[in-house]
């Protein structure tokens, strides 16, 4: 298995423009989640999923973020507009099932820098 | 709600000499506690796991941590650190109750020559 696929793992972009992260989660995993890590903040869950479905979304900032699971193999995390503040390093993983004392695997991130 | 506080930031120690970082969580209901590491540029891997049973786990790479629910820690330690040992590790707890893990905000373990 090729893991959790994360697209593109660099990315810079100027201000106000719309920025688009890419995952592939791991088959048969039926959870996704979205994290931000920060040197001030850590790490902090962004949103999750659930089979395709958000079940989570409370730790989106604010709606310039949004984040979409068209199928199971392919999720996107979109900021529009970006802002110098969402620079960060954003993070992908995948759990297969409901237990949590699974852990999850983690894809390998892009950082987004934004000027 | 749970929560997890990682006590040091960094911590810096000699090649061949032990370690430990600590990790105290808060939670109210049964937890599944996590460490997990963070090379340079890469995603975090899980180390090693509590879910029950002896309170003493061990990793393939000769970490261990510890559960202690009187103490709501769970340390992580290692006999003798390596320079491959470099990196930034997270403590993380979860519950039979939510579907998320909750991460501390990491060590980050500097290895001297």
């Known amino acids: 298995d090729a893991g959790v696929i994360q697209s593109p793992r660099h990315e810079v972009t100027e201000m106000g423009q719309e920025v688009t992260l890419r995952c592939k989660p791991i088959?048969?995993?039926?959870?996704l989640f979205w994290y931000r890590q920060t040197m001030m903040r850590g790490l902090e869950l962004l949103i999750y999923f659930n089979n395709n479905v958000p079940i989570d979304d409370s730790g989106m900032p604010e709606d310039r973020f949004s984040a979409k699971m068209p199928n199971a193999s392919f999720s996107t995390l979109k900021i529009q507009p970006s802002e110098p503040r969402d620079s960060a390093v954003y993070f992908c993983?995948?759990?297969?099932?409901?237990?949590?004392?699974?852990?999850?695997?983690f894809g390998s991130g892009t950082r987004l820098t934004v000027v | 709600a749970q929560s997890v506080t990682q006590l040091d930031s960094q911590v810096p120690v000699f090649e061949e000499a032990p370690v430990e970082l600590r990790c105290n969580y808060s939670?109210?209901?049964?937890?599944?506690l996590f460490w997990y590491v963070q090379y340079p540029n890469q995603g975090l891997q899980l180390l090693l796991k509590?879910?029950?049973?002896?309170?003493l786990v061990e990793s393939i790479n000769g970490f261990e941590a510890e559960f202690n629910k009187s103490q709501t820690s769970f340390h992580l330690r290692k006999p003798s650190v390596h320079i491959s040992d470099t990196a930034e590790y997270f403590c993380?707890?979860?519950?039979?109750?939510?579907?998320?893990?909750?991460f501390g905000k990491g060590t980050r373990l500097h290895i001297l020559p």
């Open positions: 993380a707890v979860s519950s039979n109750r939510d579907d998320k893990i909750i």
């Open positions: 088959s048969g995993h039926d959870y």
């Open positions: 509590y879910l029950s049973g002896s309170t």
């Open positions: 993983a995948s759990r297969p099932g409901p237990d949590r004392y699974y852990g999850y695997t």
């Open positions: 939670s109210s209901v049964s937890v599944y």
